[in-house]
């Protein structure tokens, strides 16, 4: 499946030492940017190891939304504290995600056991130990999720990327349903609120096996070598952020509507996980051989803007408006995150997820807060204001992807909408190219100047994360407990 195993079939691992001459004899480049280039067993071990990864994350987050009236009654409090109990995953996913890519070895085991304390305050019905239980837990699995993608984006980043992220969205979505689906039946079976937390954490283990098994596997593909002793690390250039910044940080997915509209819409919020379920691979494939990218993100904005609109104003059943949001958030995760795997440099894609993370948590944590406000304000906490406010996001959303449409052509030679012989052509040079660059000790993203949209987005993500710190701790310590 690699470019290199036609020229070298013997060679099954890949060369992590930093010597010219290597390079040479083996025609791979040093480090992550090697992992294209692996053999397909491996690539398939990579795969199904890193599916594995965040299984208890995405678990523990979703039983969280499909129990907030069980949250709201045991600890007393009113939508804007449940408000800050979910935001408060994000809130921490505002700055550790970035931290995550660019130190992923050192960071990617540590919240497996953390899960713990959410549980430890849902015994005891503590608010605080609740925030402080979910902000632990939310820096471990923010990381481990950037972990995940950004691995397979450094694997399949020259072939077979849509397909793989494809396959990742939909096992995700399966555990979420899961979470969506067994969290208030086990509740009630077991009488205690507070097992779906415990069976979250046991899910959690099970992650870290699998991140373990990962590890060994990459430890055997170097050569029984730890990568880091046989290839020092260069200094990590902080100027280089700036020069990528602009590719992607204009958009902020809405990935907490779910959560917001679950305890409303509880038959159709679980029929909302199925579509992507089954749609991520199949759209993988799709995008695999006939690109469109951004016109799938352009769809994913639509039926965002209709789904809001049929929940908010008619009186359709909420199945077909939760079926639509479905729709676009199918559409909306494998397009941009594929994007960013081809349009970075390898050494990079971590560093770029992180920060396409980040904004995600940043815009996250303030609509949690904000939608939780609006609704305590609405009469009889109705969701038409919340529906308002999506609608009015979702509508910049499809201006600011109709601008990336047009740029990308322009920048990237439309790469995120060309059909696949061309895209793997063009790819090819690509990584050839940054291996050239790496093999002769200069950075990936060396020739590249930093453009102005790249400075004033950072100015903004920045302004936006002080937002998003100031509202949580504003609503943290002055939320209501409800009556």
């Known amino acids: ?122 015994r005891f019905t503590s608010f605080p130990l609740m925030v402080a239980g979910r902000v ?27 397909i793989a992220i494809g396959i ?50 990459v430890r055997h593909l170097s050569g029984s070598k730890v990568i880091t002793a046989t290839k020092p690390r260069r200094s990590f250039q ?42 991520t691979p199949i759209l993988g494939v799709i995008m695999d051989l006939f690109g469109f990218r951004i016109c799938i993100l352009l769809l994913s904005s639509i039926f965002l803007i209709l789904s809001s609109a049929l929940l908010g104003w008619t009186y359709v059943d909420a199945v077909v408006g939760m079926v639509f949001y479905s729709i676009s958030l199918a559409f909306g995760p494998i397009a941009m995150i594929t994007s960013i795997g081809m349009v970075l440099p390898s050494d990079y894609i971590g560093t770029g997820l ?31 204001g919340v529906m308002l406010l999506y609608i009015v996001l979702a509508a910049i959303g499809f201006v600011l992807i109709t601008s990336l449409l047009v740029s990308q052509r322009i920048s990237l030679n439309n790469l995120l909408e060309t059909r696949r012989n061309k895209r793997l052509s063009m790819m090819k040079e690509k990584h050839e190219q940054e291996m050239e660059l790496i093999s002769n000790g200069k950075d990936a993203c060396s020739g590249s100047s930093i453009k102005p949209i790249s400075c004033v987005f950072a100015i903004l993500l920045g302004c936006a994360l002080i937002v998003a710190w100031v509202l949580f701790f504003v609503y943290a310590a002055s939320g209501k407990t409800s009556s």
Not at 145 to 162: A, D, G, I, N
Not at 192 to 215: D, H
Not at 355 to 368: E, H, M, V
Request: proline fraction near 3%.
């Open 1 to 122: 499946m690699g470019y290199e195993e036609s020229k070298h079939p013997t060679i099954d691992r890949v060369t992590t030492t930093t010597s010219t001459d290597d390079v040479k004899h083996n025609d791979v480049a040093p480090g992550d940017t090697a992992l294209a280039n692996a053999a397909l067993r491996y690539k398939i071990i990579a795969l199904v190891t890193a599916l594995m990864l965040p299984v208890g994350s995405h678990f523990s987050g979703t039983a969280l939304g499909a129990m907030k009236s069980e949250l709201k009654n045991h600890l007393n409090i009113d939508n804007t504290r449940y408000g800050v109990v979910s935001a408060s995953v994000s809130i921490v996913n505002t700055i550790f995600p970035i931290a995550g890519g660019i130190f992923i070895d050192k960071f990617g085991s540590v919240w497996g056991t953390l899960g713990l304390l959410t549980a430890l305050a849902g």
């Open 136 to 162: 632990i837990f939310g820096i471990g699995s923010g990381l481990i999720v950037t972990m995940q993608e950004s691995l397979l984006s450094k694997w399949f980043r020259t072939q077979s990327l849509s």
């Open 168 to 217: 990742q969205l939909s096992v995700s979505q399966l555990a979420s349903f899961l979470g969506t689906l067994a969290a208030n039946p086990l509740a009630a079976r077991t009488g205690n609120w507070v097992w779906p937390f415990w069976l979250s954490l046991i899910l959690c283990g099970f992650s870290m096996i699998m991140n373990i098994v990962y590890a060994l596997m």
């Open 238 to 279: 902080f100027r280089s952020i700036l020069k990528f910044l602009g590719c992607f940080g204009l958009l902020l997915r809405l990935n907490s509507f779910m959560q917001l509209c679950g305890p409303l819409f509880k038959p159709s919020a679980s029929a909302s996980v199925v579509v992507p379920i089954v749609a």
């Open 354 to 384: 992180g920060l396409y993370k980040a904004s995600n948590n940043i815009g996250t944590c303030i609509l949690d807060i904000i939608v939780g406000v609006i609704q305590d304000g609405t009469a009889n906490q109705g969701y038409t």
